[in-house]
């Protein structure tokens, strides 16, 4: 028998086993979304880190979960703002006071907070209330509000290695409140993520990621549609959530696809088959049998 039929019948048998440890034990959970709780207490670690792209990278994540909260809102905000002060991003942190003005018009500062983000907070109540409050709901139910916008975008499945990744898109934005889009990329899957240079016209986008790092074994990427204040309002992944392009190492038989689709096959059907036998009640013993 060829050596590398051995090898394989081996496989087989590690993997029966293991899947007969695994379904002996109680069943694992499937993995849920990270809260909007979690990802502000994740953004505030960056913030106190003093890694403040990655806070605020973390803060759109969880200012778009569709489960948040009023109160975590203002929270995600506050902070938000707080990031763009320290890295001098004024004209963000205005827009981040200002959404959390429509969220909470009464919002203040405690007396305890720095005079730095006190007074920028004050300044930024003052001209948004000079301005006529913009954005907010009134009781009648007038006023703009957060203008909804959906992203509309296909990933690419896989890529080369060391190929630029163009990226194409649509924005859903009926009420034309979004101003730009950002596309943001890191290669493998941890590190900081990086701005791509992206064009947005006529409600749609393209961007390119570079090629330096389209490297096995994935790109990770995510797409935001930003309004006039920087405000996220729609997104296609996030920094928790990226969307994921394969980037496969060099050719040859086993980075084929069409070889490991059947291996694969005959992988899960013989441990399939195996686990039956293992399930029965009746059976107190079970021969596995490996031909070479």
Do not use: C
């Not at 139910?141 to 296909?154: C, L, R, V, Y």
């Amino acid at each position: 028998m060829f050596p590398w039929r051995r090898a394989f019948s081996r496989t087989l048998l590690v993997l029966a086993v293991l899947l007969i440890t695994f379904t002996s034990g109680s069943s694992v959970a499937l993995a849920q979304p990270k809260s909007v709780a979690s990802l502000t207490q994740k953004a505030q670690t960056f913030y106190d880190d003093q890694r403040y792209e990655e806070s605020i990278q973390t803060l759109s994540a969880a200012l778009l979960r569709p489960s948040i909260a009023k109160g975590e809102k203002i929270e995600v905000l506050r902070l938000l703002a707080f990031n763009y002060i320290v890295l001098g991003q004024n004209d963000e942190a205005d827009g981040a006071v200002r959404s959390l003005l429509i969220v909470d018009q009464d919002f203040e500062l405690p007396e305890a907070e720095s005079p730095k983000f006190r007074d920028f907070f004050a300044k930024t109540k003052k001209k948004w209330t000079d301005d006529g409050k913009p954005g907010l709901v009134r009781e009648d139910g007038g006023g703009a509000g957060n203008a909804a916008a959906k992203i509309k975008h296909t990933s690419p499945a896989q890529v080369e290695k060391g190929s630029i990744v163009k990226l194409f898109g649509e924005v859903d934005d009926t009420a034309a409140a979004v101003s730009k889009v950002k596309v943001f990329y890191r290669a493998g899957s941890s590190g900081k993520f990086k701005v791509a240079r992206a064009e947005y016209a006529m409600r749609n986008f393209s961007a390119e990621i570079p090629a330096l790092v389209v490297q096995p074994p994935l790109v990770e990427y995510y797409v935001e549609a930003i309004d006039e204040n920087g405000i996220p309002l729609a997104t296609r992944g996030d920094a928790e959530s990226p969307l994921r392009i394969a980037v496969p190492e060099g050719g040859g038989v086993l980075t084929s696809p069409w070889f490991w689709v059947p291996v694969s096959a005959a992988v899960v059907a013989t441990v399939v088959v195996i686990a039956v036998v293992v399930s029965r009640p009746s059976e107190a013993l079970v021969t596995i049998n490996v031909f070479e």
